[in-house]
Nanobody, 114 residues
Framework: QVQLVESGGGLVQAGGSLRLSCAAS????????MAWYRQAPGKQRALVAR???????NYADSVKGRFGISRDNAKNTVSLQMNSLKPEDTAVYYC????????WGQGTQVTVSS
């Protein structure tokens, strides 16, 4: 079992920045990949960014150049740095990890005002 706890969400104006963190209950060295997803009202949950144990990353086209995902194996955390935020980035953001099965955090709300 893996517990994931997100933090760092909140309300920010368009153009601002937020940093989300996801703390895992076990070593993340074996969690591959780890990712951030988001779900806006009335929409399906969608991938935002993913990172493997080797450090390879991929991003949704809508966030490329604005968001950066990173992992800290020593702290068992994965972070999502979000810059140049837009109102369309408003969503609940979920941390995801794969360790045989998919594990999810409870989500953190990000609201970007125009």
């Amino acid at each position: 079992q893996v517990q994931l706890v997100e933090s760092g969400g909140g309300l920010v104006q368009a153009g601002g920045s937020l940093r989300l963190s996801c703390a895992a209950s076990r070593s993340i060295v074996s969690l591959n990949p780890m990712a951030w997803y988001r779900q806006a009202p009335g929409k399906q949950r969608a991938l935002v960014a993913r990172i493997t144990t080797s450090g390879s990353t991929n991003y949704a086209d809508s966030v490329k150049g604005r968001f950066g995902i990173s992992r800290d194996n020593a702290k068992n955390t994965v972070s999502l740095q979000m810059n140049s935020l837009k109102p369309e980035d408003t969503a609940v953001y979920y941390c995801n990890a794969v360790w045989g099965s998919d594990y999810w955090g409870q989500g953190t709300q990000v609201t970007v005002s125009s």
